[in-house]
């Protein structure tokens, strides 16, 4: 453990989504300049970053079979992400990965990329354990949920009639494509699978459009906003006063 205040550790946390808008949210690991100053190693911080990167996908998979409850017709798209998502978990938690990534990368073209991964994969073998993974995954589960909670609310708003559980699998399918499309902050290709979505399920073009912009205003945006406001507030606790000059001889 390291010896970090938890409201300047919430600080940095917030301060990260202010480069959420970056491909797979890579621009979060801002996170480990700050905390480097308090002895964590970068190693240990990106650990921590590609951990909460895979729970978020496990999450968002498991979140996207609700779908399945109102239109079963799409559950081919809903089991090729889930079983490559599974499968990736399983994968990643699996002790003898970083050993077998340094023998494949030896003499290899690409050699180096395996060893780093080796690497990350041995930093954050204390995250990957199951119970720290069932907890984080839970966490996650509950956090996505209710942004897509947030699409539920915006949606009967404006008089379009989806079930809570739809709307949880539509954004959860949405931010994955997103992610998939590498595009910073899945910009363009979520909203155009929102509004998809959301046009299969009853809702007219421009009504579909129009909530699919209300609710990344209300998730994506806001936490950049928040990030901004948390970014700007380390920035006056970072500044130096310059002492006054001695009034005294």
Known sequence: GHALPAGRHLLYYLAGFTLTVTPGKAGEAVRSLYLHPYGVAYAQSLAALFVERLLDVLAMSLLALLILLARPDYAWLVAIAGVLTLGLGWLITRTWLPEKLRGWGQGHRYGHQSGRLARLLDSAAALLRPAYLLFG??????????????????AHDVGVEVTLATSIGVYAIAVLAGALSLLPGGLGSTEAIMGVLLVAFGADGATAVAITLLCRIATLWFAVALGGVATGVLGIGHKRITPAPSLTK
């Not at 839970?138 to 915006?154: A, D, M, R, T």
């Open 137 to 154: 995954l839970s966490l996650g589960i509950v956090s996505w949920g209710l942004e897509g909670l947030s699409l539920y609310l915006i």
